[in-house]
């Protein structure tokens, strides 16, 4: 067993994992079963791999089927953040929250529900914990086994530029990749180590509902885990600064997603520079400003610590701040042997953008690539309701840059699709470079938006322009004619005074 690095089974020190039921048991044999044998490892490995969250597994998975003798290191639960706390839990208890809105909302469309209906939380969270097991295998140590991978599990750390060690057991390697991710941090708050507070960590281990839940961060994280309880039926507080919700997306859809969440009940504070915290006798106090609020739980949603403690990064000659492991853009630290890809090293801190990170670090590790991260266009998506997606520049970025824009905004409300479906609330906005129809960003707020935006990312990806989308055949009636009517918008430009008076004299000729 590897019980020199976990002496505690690791529900003990991983909260993760509670309740202890049969859902997270089953979880916890696939991510970090108890009675796993480490290997012994044998001669060098032409990578090692450090970390087993999305970065980690893409990584480890693309090598063996090349022919690379590899080993994987993980610590605590294969998975990472974005199957166990992050990604798959979140989603799972949105989906509960979004029917729990539409059975609320479902007299709008004549569907008159009876009275007396209840939201039963303790339920929504086992159906969560169950669909997380079920996706489990998918990273388990087992597959990884399977795969021909050497599976270690326990705390890695580095003893010189070309060997780590893990319970006791040292390996030897070619090249080494650190992907051991990142997690919530812990803000500067006056009070806030005298409280138990919740975290990503800990949020998706709740059994009851809290009866009033403060929520300090109004990125992504916080919207939607606002939204969401919101819905089955806490009282939320969602504390941010005077910048607002979203406040690094598009003004105008930020607006939407704060009048959504204000709808759902949550009351937004902005005075969050000014909070301070206590625990109380049967809950926390919170003040902001002059005012004060109680709350029978806290989840801090705000910021980002790199995984780097325990790694012993300068026995390897590795280079890391705060922030993170520092690489260059093809993710090779300061050690050539050693590069990192996903949260611990990037400023997008996205599952997505970790898988295709790994994918360029492949190459650059094992067959001399030069592949550059700053060449992958990474679009993001904010799960609440009306989801928020973006991809590429906003007005604010090409502005710095001194980049000329020209931008088309189709409003939902004149979707057909949107209209039916009573989701027409929100837009698709496009900006290309002035005078053309290249793509440089777009902004996609309302239904299905994380879906959407891939439409103008396979068009900047693939360089489509506007006048391509145009003259490609949607499906009718559909919430993707937007994204076609942006491409019309765009057309109707071309129409210039000019143009317009030749082909006027041109049909009259005709007549």
């Not at 580095?158 to 990749?177: I, M, P, Y």
């Not at 050539?336 to 990037?346: E, L, P, Q, R, T």
Request: contains cysteine; glycine residues 8%; proline residues 5%.
């Amino acid at each position: 067993m590897h019980s020199a690095n976990s002496p505690l089974p690791i529900f003990m020190t991983n909260k993760a994992l509670l309740p202890l039921d049969a859902h997270n048991l089953r979880l916890q044999e696939n991510v970090h079963p108890e009675n796993w044998q480490n290997p012994e490892p044998s001669g060098n490995y032409n990578l090692v791999v450090i970390g087993a969250g999305t970065a980690g597994l893409v990584t480890a998975s693309a090598a063996p089927g090349l022919g690379a003798k590899v080993a994987l290191i993980e610590r605590s639960l294969m998975g990472g953040d974005c199957l166990n706390v992050g990604c798959v839990p979140s989603k799972g208890i949105i989906a509960s929250a979004r029917r729990a809105a539409a059975v609320n909302h479902a007299e709008d469309f004549g569907v008159n529900v009876p009275e007396g209906v209840d939201i039963d939380f303790a339920r929504a969270m086992e159906r969560m914990r169950k669909l997380r097991a079920d996706i489990s295998p998918a990273d388990s140590a087992q597959r990884y086994r399977d795969m021909g991978i050497d599976v270690f599990l326990g705390q890695a750390k580095f003893l010189d530029a070309n060997t780590v060690e893990v319970d006791g057991k040292r390996l030897s390697f070619s090249k080494a990749a650190i992907c051991t991710g990142a997690r919530a941090a812990d803000p500067e708050i006056p009070g806030l180590d005298e409280v138990a507070y919740l975290t990503n960590e800990t949020l998706f281990s709740l059994t009851q509902l809290p009866e009033h839940l403060a929520i300090v961060g109004a990125g992504p994280v916080g919207c939607e885990m606002a939204q969401t309880f919101a819905r089955l039926g806490s009282s939320v507080s969602l504390i941010t600064s005077k910048r607002g919700v979203l406040p690094n997306e598009d003004p105008e859809a930020s607006d939407l997603i704060k009048n959504a969440l204000q709808a759902d009940g949550v009351r937004i504070l902005t005075e969050g520079k000014n909070l301070q915290v206590k625990k109380v006798d049967d809950g926390i106090q919170l003040k902001i400003g002059e005012e004060s609020l109680f709350a029978d739980q806290l989840l801090i949603a705000i910021g980002r610590k790199p995984n780097i403690e325990g790694l012993q990064l300068d026995a390897a000659g590795v280079t890391a701040d705060d922030k993170g492991v520092l690489v260059n853009e093809r993710l090779q630290t300061s050690n050539k042997n050693v590069f990192a890809a996903g949260d611990v090293c990037s400023d997008y801190k996205f599952t997505h953008a970790a898988d295709f990170m790994a994918r360029n670090l492949i190459q650059n590790a094992l067959f001399f690539g030069r592949a550059k991260t700053k060449s992958l266009l990474i679009p993001w998506s904010t799960y609440t309701e009306p989801e928020l997606a973006q991809v590429g520049l906003t007005p604010l970025e090409a502005n710095v840059k001194g980049i000329a824009i020209d931008s088309f905004k189709q409003d939902f409300a004149h979707v057909d699709r949107s209209l039916l479906d009573g989701e027409s609330e929100g837009f698709v906005k496009v900006h290309v470079k002035k005078g053309s129809d290249q793509i440089l960003g777009a902004t996609v707020v309302g239904a299905n938006a994380g879906d959407l935006i891939s439409f103008y990312t396979l068009a900047m990806n693939n360089k489509i322009g506007l006048k391509g989308l145009a003259g490609t055949i949607f499906p009718y009636p559909s919430h993707a004619e937007a994204v076609r009517k942006t491409g019309d918008l765009y057309n109707r430009t071309r129409l210039t005074p000019t143009v317009k008076s030749l082909m006027e004299k041109f049909l009259s000729w005709r007549r």
